[in-house]
């Protein structure tokens, strides 16, 4: 299964634009920080992540303030057929109210 939750602020955003199909779609980049146990060692994670919303989810990350903490629910999948690169494809987004 290719499902991803991340909590995560957005730090870029790009206009919205429209497949040929009219579908909206809406690009940013993702900051996440945190402090994980692996190994039984604790760890401080600090990445971005190139992220893209379509459809409705496209209006709802549009909406999101810039650096306001959400948790965003998605798969990964390549930018492109013959890319290396992933991107982060949100379904869905909520807030968890920090800043």
Do not use: W
């Amino acid at each position: 299964m290719n499902r991803l939750q991340l909590t995560a602020t957005i730090v870029e955003r790009e206009p919205v634009r429209y497949t040929p199909a009219g579908v909206p779609i809406a690009s940013c980049t993702l900051q996440h920080h945190a402090e994980v146990v692996e190994a039984g060692i604790a760890r401080q994670i600090e990445l971005t992540m190139p992220a893209v919303a379509a459809g409705e989810a496209s209006g709802k990350l549009e909406s999101c303030e810039m650096g306001v903490e959400a948790l965003f629910t998605g798969f990964l999948a390549k930018k492109s057929r013959n890319a290396r690169t992933l991107v982060f494809h949100i379904t869905e987004l909520q807030y968890t109210g920090k800043d």
